[in-house]
């Protein structure tokens, strides 16, 4: 089950979050408990930088959409929005930034696959998400 938490939805469970500007994700008190599993760059889009972050706490999954902010040899991040993935199996892999649509690589999707080590790409798809950014 997947939940898309959006700053336009008011109330939702990470409206905490939608706004924070931090450098690292344990300046977020909600997050003190969460493991930063994977982060990567996104293509800019007019000249602005974004991020997406996977974290975990125990089974809960969440990603971090974030806009980047350039301060010297230092970034920090801004969440601009939250998805909480609340079922994934431990041979579950989410990927991003390297998913493809028609051979040209696509920033905007998230995909749930099963991991295979044996597997040059990831075919078996669980689910596809649209970040858009």
């Known amino acids: 089950m997947i939940a ?3 700053c336009n939805n008011p109330g939702m469970k990470y409206d905490f979050a ?3 500007i931090f450098r690292e ?3 977020i008190p909600q997050f003190t408990n969460y493991e930063e599993v994977q982060a990567a760059l996104l293509e800019p889009l007019n000249g602005v930088d974004f991020a997406v972050k996977e974290l ?3 089974d809960t999954v969440v990603l971090l959409f ?3 902010h350039p301060l010297g040899n230092i970034n920090k ?3 601009l929005d939250v998805l909480e993935i ?3 199996n431990e041979d579950d892999l989410i990927c991003f930034q390297s998913c493809q649509k028609d051979s040209l690589r696509d920033s905007e999707i998230v995909a749930i696959t099963k991991y295979d080590e044996n597997l040059e790409y990831f075919k078996d798809i669980i689910q596809l998400i649209l970040n858009n950014y």
Do not use: D
């Open 77 to 79: 991040f801004e969440i």
């Open 66 to 68: 974030e806009k980047l």
């Open 25 to 27: 994700i344990k300046e």
């Open 18 to 20: 939608i706004g924070k």
């Open 86 to 88: 609340t079922s994934i």
């Open 56 to 58: 975990r706490n125990g």
């Open 4 to 6: 898309f938490i959006s």
